[in-house]
């Protein structure tokens, strides 16, 4: 087994490592702790970059690394693999994380304890949900992930954070029982638990024997949905999201895209068009679930006065898109979604940092009175601006906040822009004839929700870059710069749109087809053993 | 056996969901470890169930394997038993921290107005 190979396993060990040493060392040097959180993280981001390099270069066979635990062979043992997908993802959680992370230096990480371990155990779990090719391991990994941001939510203990904990941990206990459920049935009628065996398996079972099975793979894809907040299972990310503290909120717009990321694995792998009799199931619920999704989100932003909530709700819009695009089902729409899933990410974790700043930057009394004058519409002349020049933080808040809404929204020039557009264009291009009802549906909710989420965001710009009492705070150079670089990886993503839709359309390519990806997992090879010892 | 196992089954999972509707707290707790326990007997009973087989000797040979139940799933209910065990425990904690804080068992943190 060459070092590459090696390698995958390290965005599973390292975090776990770091985190349980982090556990040891004292509270009160902080200073160490972030070092050594700010280390693993930057490590993380290099051995996701080194794994994308890795599987686009052609190093391993068909762009699938496989790593092999306890070198058992496929479909026995668990295995790791990593395809252009999944260090996608891999990479993306570890830009957020080195932001989110560097956001936290000067006052979230110290509200209250054990922030850096937890936060290391949350990456683990995220890394693992991305890598791992088992089922039940996945169950693990989901775990991992959610107690640590059990903990994270709960960190800097007040009411609001325990209020928004009790629902949050109360659903996603239950859905962990739906998730087992799922597990065991598929289990029980395929035999096998390695994601490639059960694809492979379900494509030779009679349309008789599939009925059992599907009801495990719909309660498995429930929890998919439940985490990435499809409607109705996503009244819980609003408050939870307005309730965590601004660098906690932006890992948490990661979760929602591990639901997506899975329900997009799974789907795609057991269901796709070489599954024979039970190809393309649940397509159509998936489409329509979406669609709900995005109009739910889009009256939320429009309703929200909550600031942290608005936030949520676009992340919920960005949630419904990209599943209404996945039940959509039309294989050129694949690489627009992906590139649309990176630029929403990115922006609305940029959004769940700015709101915090924007808010220490408000006068709460002036922020009391913009409410209330336009509830009471009361006529009152505003004070005429004296000349005075903007102040550098209220300058860099509004100008951000002005990227944000934008590619949010998805105007040009910003990527949201061409994400959405390369969308349409794939919709209007590869449907032909079969462009129907969904088609329209699609392009029309889509664009409604845009409006909606301008018309939010630009009342919420009114009422505080505008309504006066911007009491031009001091910003930390390690609050601007996080949010600095998230926006500048969207300017980059949009300069270089054309790099990054072919990297994306040749993870496409690989989603389309299973067979290579079931065959390259089944047929990985174990080291042989050096010497007469097993 | 089959039956027995899952009205046993059914009735621990409906419970369950019965009581994670209600409105305290301590309530929802309960119907969690209820819900939990039917379903870790439902994964263990995936691996199917077998009686008045013979226990297994290691020494006469090569055991019939037809003769005993899949282990795996029984390998399965174990992690699954600890982690909900453990995510159950957390729950507690944080309904024990809401009760301090607010005053109130109330699922959501303060009594519905009358």
Known sequence: ?534 | MEVVIAIAIGVLFGSGVWLILRPRSFQVLTGLLLMSYAVNLFIFCMGLLAIDQPPLILEQGTPDPANYTDPLPQALVLTAIVIGFATTALYLVLMMGSRGLTGTGHVDGREPQQ
């Open chain 1, 1 to 534: 087994m060459s070092w590459s190979q090696q390698l995958i396993l390290v965005p599973v060990l390292l975090p776990l490592l770091c985190g349980a040493i982090l556990v040891l060392i004292n509270e009160s040097r902080h200073h160490l702790k972030f070092a050594l959180n700010f280390g693993s993280v930057l490590l993380l981001l290099a051995t996701a970059i080194v794994l994308m390099w890795q599987t686009d270069t052609g190093r391993w066979p068909d762009g699938i690394g496989v790593y092999l635990a306890a070198n058992w062979s496929a479909p026995f043992g668990i295995a790791l693999v990593v395809d252009r997908l999944a260090a996608l993802m891999l990479l993306l959680t570890a830009v957020l994380a080195t932001c989110a992370l560097l956001y936290s230096l000067k006052r979230w990480g110290r509200i209250g304890v054990h922030f850096h371990s937890l936060f290391q155990f949350m990456l683990m779990g995220l890394n693992g949900a991305f890598l791992t090719h088992d089922l039940f391991n996945l169950f693990v990994f989901f775990e991992v992930m959610l107690a640590a941001s059990y903990g994270l939510l709960l960190h800097g203990y007040n009411v609001n954070r325990i209020r928004a904990g009790m629902q949050f941990v109360a659903i996603n206990l239950v859905a962990s029982l739906l998730f087992l459920i799922g597990v065991a049935l598929i289990y029980a009628n395929t035999g096998t638990l390695n994601m490639a065996d059960v694809a492979a398996r379900v494509a030779e079972m009679d349309a008789a024997d599939l009925g059992l099975l599907q009801v495990g793979m719909v309660s498995l894809v429930i929890v998919f949905l439940v985490k990435s907040a499809m409607w109705p299972f996503g009244f819980w990310l609003p408050t939870t999201y307005s309730a965590a503290s601004p660098p906690v909120a932006a890992m948490f717009v990661l979760m929602t895209k591990v639901g997506i990321y899975t329900t997009l694995r799974v789907w795609l792998l057991v269901f796709s068009d070489e599954a024979g009799d039970s190809a393309g199931f649940g397509l159509e619920l998936l489409f329509w679930g979406g669609i709900v999704t995005i109009i739910f989100g889009g009256i939320g932003m429009i309703a929200s006065e909550v600031h942290g909530q608005l936030a949520g709700y676009a992340a919920i819009v960005s949630s419904g898109t990209l599943l209404a695009a996945i039940g959509y089902g039309l294989d050129p729409l694949v690489p627009a979604l992906l590139f649309y899933l990176v630029s929403s990410t990115l922006a609305v974790a940029a959004f769940m940092l700015l709101i915090e700043l924007i808010d220490r930057s408000r006068n709460p009394i002036h922020a009391m009175l913009e409410l209330t004058r336009e509830a009471f519409e009361f006529e009152e002349a505003p004070d005429q601006p004296v000349g005075v020049g903007i102040p550098a933080a209220v300058a860099f808040l509004g100008l951000s906040f002005a990227c944000i809404a934008l590619i949010i929204a998805g105007l040009p020039p910003l990527s949201g822009f061409i994400a959405k557009f390369s969308m349409f264009h794939s919709i209007l291009e590869g449907s032909g004839a079969g462009f129907g009802v969904e088609g329209t549906t699609f392009i029309a909710v889509v664009l409604l929700a845009g409006l909606a989420t301008i018309i939010g965001l630009i009342t919420y710009g009114i009422r505080t870059f505008w309504g006066g009492g911007m009491v031009p705070a001091r910003l930390n150079v390690t609050e601007v710069i996080p949010i600095g670089v998230l926006l500048l990886a969207c300017v980059l993503l949009t300069v270089y749109a054309s790099p990054v839709l072919s990297y994306l359309e040749r993870t496409g390519a690989d989603l389309q087809q299973p067979g290579l990806y079931i065959e390259g997992v089944l047929s990985a090879p174990v080291v042989e053993s050096k010497g007469g010892h097993q």
